[in-house]
T-cell receptor, first 118, second 113 residues
C-alpha cells in the first residue's frame, strides 16, 4: 500500500514552454501532498504544500506564479512549471501524506520527474 | 525555521565495516526524525525513524540514536554491504505543524569491496 506515482518520469522541453507534472496516490486518499525540487548532488528542498480543494502554500523564495499547483482531487496534484528556463532543470519529487495516524502522517514519495529545459 | 546540518558529505568504508552519519537540528520543538536512503535517480526511501521521546532505535543492521539535549541524531549502519551504497538524508519534522520535512544536506556512502 501507499503507492505514489508521477508522470512523466522524464521530460525535455524548449525554453519558454510550460510543463505539467502529475502526482497521484494510487491506493489511498491524500489530503496533503508536497512538492520538492532536487538539484544534482543536493538535498530535497520543499517548494510547496498542496491541500485538496484549497490554494497551495509556497515556501519562501518559490514563485507561485511560475510553479502552479492544483490539487483538484484526493488522489491527484499537479505542478505546472510555466515559461520554463534552463535554470528550472531539476528533479521534481512529490510526496503524499497518509492521514489518520496518531502521531505522524508519513509521507510517501513519488519516483520523481527529471525536467531538462533546453 | 528549522535547519538541519549533516556530516560527513561523503563517506567511504570497506565492506563489513560500520558507517556513522551525524545530523544536528536547530528547532528544539522538532519531535520526529526520519532517515532516508536515495539511490541515483530514485525516490527517497524511509529506512528508519525515531521519535523525540526515544533515545535509540534499532532495526537489524541499522540503528539511530537521538540526543535531545544536544539536538543531534545519528545513523549507524553495521556490517556494511555494497548495496548500502547510496545517498542518505536525515530529516526533522515538527508533527502537527504542517508536517513539513526539513532535510539534511545528504551523505554519499560508498561501500567498497
Amino acid at each position: 500500500g501507499a503507492v505514489v506515482s508521477q508522470h512523466p518520469s522524464r521530460v525535455i522541453c524548449k525554453s519558454g514552454t510550460s510543463v505539467k507534472i502529475e502526482c497521484r496516490s494510487l491506493d489511498f486518499q491524500a489530503t496533503t501532498m508536497f512538492w520538492y525540487r532536487q538539484f544534482p548532488k543536493q538535498s530535497l528542498m520543499l517548494m510547496a504544500t498542496s491541500n485538496e480543494g484549497s490554494k497551495a502554500t509556497y515556501e519562501q523564495g518559490v514563485e507561485k506564479d511560475k510553479f502552479l499547483i492544483n490539487h483538484a482531487s484526493l488522489t491527484l496534484s499537479t505542478l505546472t512549471v510555466t515559461s520554463a528556463h534552463p535554470e528550472d532543470s531539476s528533479f521534481y519529487i512529490c510526496s503524499a501524506e497518509v492521514g489518520g495516524r496518531s502521531f505522524y502522517n508519513e509521507q510517501f514519495f513519488g519516483p520523481g520527474t527529471r525536467l531538462t529545459v533546453l | 525555521g528549522e535547519n538541519v546540518e549533516q556530516h560527513p558529505s561523503t563517506l567511504s568504508v570497506q565492506e563489513g565495516d560500520s558507517a556513522v552519519i551525524k545530523c544536528t537540528y536547530s528547532d528544539s520543538a522538532s519531535n520526529y526524525f526520519p532517515w532516508y536512503k536515495q539511490e541515483l535517480g530514485k525516490r527517497p526511501q524511509l529506512i528508519i525513524d525515531i521519535r523525540s521521546n526515544v533515545g535509540e532505535k534499532k532495526d537489524q543492521r541499522i540503528a539511530v540514536t537521538l540526543n535531545k539535549t544536544a539536538k543531534h541524531f545519528s545513523l549507524h549502519i553495521t556490517e556494511t554491504q555494497p548495496e548500502d551504497s547510496a545517498v542518505y538524508f536525515c530529516a526533522s519534522i515538527l508533527t502537527g505543524g504542517g508536517n513539513k520535512l526539513t532535510f539534511g544536506t545528504g551523505t554519499q556512502l560508498k561501500v567498497e569491496l
